[in-house]
Every structure is written in structure tokens, then in C-alpha cells.
């Protein structure tokens, strides 16, 4: 079953320089999807357009059978939220917030009760083995245990669809696929993934690979 | 959400307390220079406001006398007796401008049979005259043998007065101004709105002088609008309802009576050396040193040298127009320092979005809504006013408790310091908010990697 797709995607910067031509990607639920392509060839772009950072100038997005590019501002917002979860490169934790507090952070802002956010919050840290951490604040922490934060607090929402761009790209290579397993294993649970990467090894971990070069699937 | 609130408001107090102190200290002195020019400005609106309507577009003289006790004792003596009755009598008649004496006092109540009784003693009327010092004007009554009222002795024309209307009555006629006899005086009286549950018109209240037992009879002819008020000899606002209005009559016979006693219960009143010191010479702009020239010629012709005129409403010109200067300045000294504060905010703010992209960025990708991160701003903002405004009180408290400054804070300035603040706080809340959107929320995220 189809989650998202995406048909004849152009986006272009200051209307001269197209990132995006005519691209095509369609992602079913359950599945795990890598997006390789060198620098600069418009792989983020396709995640930002997925997650609704930015909007597409022309093609449809579909996601769950609603037309993306129709919304805007806070119900986008309120998309994101509910449906996507974010993996980054280097974490993207506060540092001065605690483990137990970066993790919360959507639940925060979704108002959930505090008995509620502290149960989810433990529940997902034993899950990712980081329950230990969790009054540790991000620089007390390893990149592995980073990355694990970051990943709680991606998931805690139980959204449709998690974008990892580079999610290994600040981690040694045992880290690195220690995290890919965790990802293949909430995939197991249901999670979809798009992961964009330029590592080969990592892309061969997925479902499948898209390839991208300026801006066009290849 | 309360939650990141409150981490944003301590990670902005703990990780920037320099920033912090210096913006709420900035911000509590811009607010105290805001608060003592607003207060100036009040201050100084109101008595250019009682000037216009006291002074209208008239110039106003009292007179006064150089010297002390020896010279009122020279003056009031009756060496100069006809001296200053022939000024009295061309200050009444000049046709340059308007003699006017009307004044404050207390009409006192004395018993008739003996001054001994306490004041449960009074007749039930009388007593009924400590209402009029309800309103914490009690220290007026300091004999348990008298009764005092709050009174004004007024000339002729008070009716002219702009704000003084009778409800019911009638105005004094002129021949009210003048008492022929020392024995059975009647006095018409007007009486205030507030008395009007107590007598009404007709009523007879009996008094008599403790020396000499003669009686007297204020009779109520009147009662005054409420709220009536008129600018007294100080040029101080008098609201009349709770006083009693007698006219400042003038005598046909001798004060100094047969037995050689002085009639003091006249006396305030009735010595025309005090009706001159406590006149009024009122006349045109353009009649005022004509007026001015004219009274110094009476006293000439009289050789009564010691007096002097002093134009009150120049004075009060120098005076509302230091009072203009010294807001001016406090107003420059307010805008620099809010200018100040504000450009340091400002900084702030930037400063502050800049060095917290990456934090925002995560909010962002977290499901943050441009509500929430609109009250995120927000709640920045009111710390920094909230702390300063703390600062602003505990200096107001301190500086005023210790007699040093007090710069006053009334609804008017607090309203002021609201809408500055709201003001501020939306701007910074609005500035953000335009300065996140216009990021790309990649560039956020990636700031500091």
C-alpha cells in the first residue's frame, strides 16, 4: 500500500537554479527506502519536500491519499508532527535540555499529560537501551547515544514515516550500522524509512535504493 | 509546553545572565525616567489646567507687606487705622481693577452659657457641623468647648466664580456685606451639597463670642451645587460641598469694643488690615501694570510703604514654564534611555535567533506551531520586563522609603509601562517569528555542525 508518492517533482532556488526535474518517488508503508546521489544532486531537497519544509513549484505529492502541496503553515505543521519523524546527521539534540527532555519534545508540544509523556519517554528509551541517560544531557553522550536520543524522539510520536538524512554520516562504522539495525528493526515494527545517504554499504541495508543525479531519477 | 517555556526562560537567565542583568537593569531606569516624566507631565498639565481656570486670561496681584511682627503691629495699629481704611476704601472703588477677598477659615462654634461644656453640650445642629470633617479633616476639631466648620468668606461677586452654582437659594444680596451693629448680628450664610440632609433653607444656627456673649444668627439662605469649587486666595482647588459659604462682610461700628476687648470672632474677618493682606487685585493683561502703577500711588498717597505687590499669575507663568522644562528634559532623558533599551533588546533578539537557530530548527522539525513558538518569543520577552519591572518596584520602595526619590507610579504611568512592554513583546515576537521563516529550516538545523 502506497504511503507517499511523489510524481513529476521540479523545484528550483531563486527560479534559475532547478534542484529538482520531473522527479519521481513513490514509497509503499512498511518499507525502507535509501536515496543515494553525490552532493548537491537534490537528495535533501526531496526529503525537505517530503517532510513539507519546503513546497514543490510543480507535480503532485501525495501522502496517505492527501495532496501535500495544498497545505501550509500550521497544518503542515501539525502534518509533520503527527506523521513524520526526523533522524539528521549530527543528532539535532538541545544541549542544554536533558536526554529525558529532547526525547519529550513532541509530546510536549502536543500537550500530553506529564504521566503520559514520562511513560512513553521510558518506555522508548529501554527500547533503545539509553533509559540510563536520560538525566544526562547530549554532550555527556556517546555519538551512538546521540544518535539513539535522537531517534527516540523521532519515533515517540509513532509517525508514519521516518526521514534519516546522513544517519550515520557522524558516527564510526560500528555505530553506524548498530543504528542501522535499530532502524531495521522499528522497520520491522512498521516504521517506513527513507533514508538519504551517499554510503553504499548503507544503502545496501535498505529495501531499495533510489538514485538521484541532478536532480533527476537515474 | 509550559514545560519548554520554562527551559527557554532559565537557559536565557542561567546561560545569559550578563545580557540578562543588563537589559533589566536597562529597561527598570528607562521605566523609572519614564515614570518621573510621566508623573512631571501629569503634575504639570494639571496646574497649567487649575492656572487656565483660575487665572483665565487675567492677571492676578496679592499683596503683601515687607517685614514681621513689628510691622503688622505698626500697620494694625491705630496710628495707621485711617491710613489703611482710605487704601481699603480706593483698593474697593478703582475703577483699574477688581478687589477680591475671599478666603479659607473655620467659622467657629462656640456655647453661649459657657465655654466650659464639652462639646456634648452643643446643640445637636452644631454637632452635626463635625460632619464636614468626616473626610480626614479631623484634626480641625481640637477643643472639646468648640465646634469648627470649614468656611469661606467670600467678597462680592463670588456668584461670578465659573464653576459655583446654588441648587436651591439665593445669592447674597449686597447688603449682606455689611453689619451695622455688633448686637443680634444675622449672617447669611450658603451652605454646601452636603449639608443638605442636615438643615435647609431657613434654618437659624445660633452662635455666640466667647468674650462677650453676644449672639449671633447665621441664617441659611441657599445650598450650592454639588461639586462646586472655586481657586481660593493660595490658588488652590476648593471643592465646597461640605463648606459654609459667609460673606466677608465689612463693619459701620468700632471693633475695638467699649470694654476694650478685641472681638476676635471677627477679627480674621473683619480687621481691614487683614482684608487687604488677604486680597486679590484681579484686572486685564492689558490693565496690569497700569493696576500695578495705580496701587503703588495709593500707597504713596497713604505712606504705607511696607506693601508690596506680587503678581501671581507671572509667577505662576515662570513656574508652569520650569515646570515644562524640567518634563521636557526628563522626556529627552526617558526617550534616550528607551531608545537605549531598545536597541539593546533588539540586539538581543537577533542575537538571541542567531545563536538559537539550531534550537529552533528542532522545535520546528519537533511539530512546533508558529502559535506556540509566537508565546515561546513572547514569554522571552516578559521575563525581561517582568524582571525589570521587579527591579523598578524594589527601587521605587527603597529610594522612597529612604526619603531619596519617588518617582511616583500611577495607573497612568503603569498603563504607559504596559503598553510599552506589550509593545516591545509583540515586536520581538513578530521580528522572530519573520526572521525564523525567512531561514531555511535545513540551515537551522545544520547551525553549529
Not at chain 1, 170 to 176: F, N
Not at chain 2, 103 to 110: A, R
Not at chain 2, 334 to 354: D, G, P, W
Request: net charge negative; hydrophobic share 40%.
Amino acid at each position: 500500500m502506497s504511503l507517499l508518492s511523489l510524481e513529476n517533482i521540479t523545484k528550483s532556488y531563486d527560479k534559475k537554479t532547478l534542484v529538482l526535474k520531473k522527479f519521481n518517488l513513490s514509497v509503499d508503508s512498511g518499507e525502507m527506502v535509501a536515496i543515494t546521489g553525490k552532493s548537491g544532486s537534490g537528495k535533501s531537497t526531496v526529503l525537505n519536500i517530503i517532510s513539507g519544509i519546503e513546497s514543490a513549484d510543480n507535480g503532485r505529492y501525495i501522502f496517505k491519499g492527501n495532496d501535500m502541496l495544498e497545505l501550509s503553515g500550521d497544518k503542515m505543521t501539525v502534518f509533520r508532527r503527527e506523521n513524520i519523524g526526523f533522524v539528521l546527521q549530527h543528532f539535532a539534540l538541545i544541549e542544554n535540555n536533558t536526554v529525558f527532555k529532547n526525547i519529550a519534545l513532541p509530546l510536549y508540544l502536543k500537550h500530553e499529560p506529564k504521566k503520559v509523556i514520562k511513560e512513553k519517554v521510558v518506555a522508548i528509551a529501554k527500547e533503545l537501551e539509553i533509559d540510563k541517560k536520560l538525566d544526562k544531557i547530549p554532550k555527556q553522550l556517546s555519538g551512538g547515544e546521540a544518535q539513539r536520543a535522537a531517534i527516540a524522539r523521532a519515533i515517540i510520536n509513532q509517525p508514519s514515516l521516518i526521514l534519516a538524512d546522513e544517519p550515520t554520516g557522524a558516527l564510526d562504522e560500528d555505530t553506524g550500522l548498530k543504528i542501522m539495525r535499530i532502524f531495521r528493526k522499528l522497520n520491522k515494527k512498521g516504521h517506513t524509512f527513507i533514508i538519504v545517504t551517499h554510503d553504499p554499504g548503507i544503502a545496501a541495508m535498505c529495501d531499495r535504493t533510489i538514485k538521484i543525479k541532478d536532480g533527476k531519477n537515474i | 509546553m509550559r514545560s519548554i517555556i520554562f527551559e527557554e526562560i532559565k537557559n536565557f537567565v542561567i546561560n545569559r545572565t550578563v545580557v540578562a542583568v543588563l537589559l533589566i537593569i536597562a529597561f527598570s531606569f528607562s521605566f523609572i525616567a519614564v515614570n518621573i516624566t510621566l508623573t512631571d507631565f501629569i503634575y504639570a498639565s494639571n496646574e497649567q489646567s487649575a492656572a487656565e481656570e483660575s487665572y483665565g486670561d487675567k492677571t492676578f496681584y496679592k499683596i503683601t507687606f515687607i517685614g514681621e511682627d513689628e510691622v503688622i503691629n505698626r500697620l494694625s495699629s491705630d496710628e495707621y487705622k485711617e491710613n489703611i481704611k482710605n487704601l481699603y476704601d480706593s483698593l474697593k472703588t478703582s475703577p483699574l481693577f477688581d478687589y477680591n477677598c475671599t478666603f479659607k477659615d473655620s467659622m467657629l462654634f462656640y456655647n453661649a452659657d459657657d465655654t466650659e461644656y464639652s462639646s456634648d453640650d452643643f446643640p445637636p445642629h452644631k454637632k452635626e457641623c463635625l460632619f464636614g470633617y468626616e473626610e480626614g479633616d479631623a484634626d480641625f476639631y481640637t477643643s472639646d468647648d468648640m465646634l469648627y466648620l470649614k468656611a469661606v468668606y467670600v467678597s462680592q461677586g463670588f456668584e461670578k466664580e465659573q464653576h459655583i452654582e446654588l441648587s436651591s437659594g439665593s445669592w447674597f444680596k449686597t447688603e449682606d456685606f455689611n453689619v451695622s451693629s455688633p448686637d443680634n448680628i444675622v449672617l447669611p450664610v450658603l451652605l454646601g451639597s452636603a449639608y443638605k440632609d442636615i438643615c435647609k433653607t431657613g434654618d437659624k444656627i445660633e452662635n455666640a463670642h466667647p468674650a462677650v456673649s453676644k449672639a449671633v444668627t447665621l441664617s441659611v439662605i441657599g445650598f450650592l451645587k454639588e461639586n462646586s469649587y472655586f481657586y481660593d486666595n493660595n490658588n488652590e482647588k476648593t471643592i465646597l460641598n461640605r463648606y459654609m459659604i459667609i460673606p466677608n462682610w465689612d463693619i459701620g461700628y468700632d471693633y475695638v469694643l467699649n470694654n476694650q476687648s478685641y472681638d476676635s470672632f471677627f477679627s480674621d474677618t473683619y480687621n481691614i488690615f487683614n482684608k487687604i493682606v488677604n486680597a486679590r487685585i484681579i484686572c486685564s493683561n492689558e490693565n496690569a501694570d497700569a493696576a500695578s502703577e495705580m496701587f503703588y500711588k495709593m500707597l504713596n498717597d497713604n505712606k504705607l510703604y511696607e506693601f508690596s505687590l506680587i503678581n501671581e499669575t507671572s509667577g505662576m507663568r515662570q513656574y508652569l514654564s520650569s515646570l515644562e522644562g524640567r518634563t521636557v528634559s526628563c522626556g529627552i532623558i526617558a526617550v534616550f534611555m528607551i531608545l537605549l533599551s531598545v536597541v539593546m533588546f533588539c540586539f538581543q533578539v537577533y542575537y538571541n535567533i542567531r545563536k538559537n537557530r539550531k534550537k529552533y530548527g528542532i522545535y520546528m522539525i519537533s511539530g512546533i506551531t508558529f502559535k506556540q513558538l509566537f508565546v515561546l518569543m513572547i514569554a522571552n520577552a516578559l521575563t525581561i520586563f517582568i524582571l525589570s519591572d521587579m527591579l523598578l518596584c524594589i527601587l521605587n520602595f527603597s529610594l522612597n522609603n529612604g526619603m531619596i526619590l519617588d518617582f511616583g507610579t500611577n495607573d497612568y504611568t503603569i498603563t504607559v509601562l504596559f503598553i510599552i512592554e506589550t509593545l516591545l513583546s509583540l515586536f520581538m515576537a513578530f521580528f522572530g517569528l519573520y526572521k525564523l521563516k525567512k531561514m531555511n529550516l535545513c540551515t537551522l538545523l545544520r547551525e553549529n555542525e
